[in-house]
């Protein structure tokens, strides 16, 4: 019974879409979390070089997805470009993601 269920829920088009929405906003709700984080140690004297870290492996990772934005996008037009790097530096990749792979497209 458990393994007919399982396998409804995994074939299941609104079981998928479902899971996508969630990974996606958990990942949004991250980022916005690590900013907080990162402001709440900015307000602390003692945690100074802790945010110095944590901005620096945010500042990292965002430099990363604007090189492989530029990789991927570098045939499109300036006004593709500029918008897909917006999506990155708003922390908003995986919301695009998943709206593009599962609501726009047949593939969920």
């Known amino acids: ?11 299941n088009k609104f079981s998928m879409m479902f899971r996508v929405s ?13 900013i907080y984080v990162l402001l709440t140690y900015y307000r602390s004297n003692e945690l100074v070089t802790q945010a110095n870290s944590l901005l620096a492996m945010i500042s990292a990772n965002l430099l990363i997805q604007q090189l ?10 300036f006004g593709v470009r500029v918008r897909e790097s917006l999506v990155s530096l ?4 995986p919301m695009v993601d998943a709206y593009r792979g599962c609501f726009s497209g047949p593939s969920c």
């Open 68 to 77: 492989l934005v530029i990789g991927q996008y570098k045939n499109k037009s």
């Open 22 to 34: 969630l990974g996606a906003a958990l990942s949004t709700i991250d980022a916005a979390t690590d």
């Open 90 to 93: 708003f922390f908003l990749r």
């Open 1 to 11: 019974m458990v393994t007919i269920a399982d396998n409804l829920l995994r074939d």
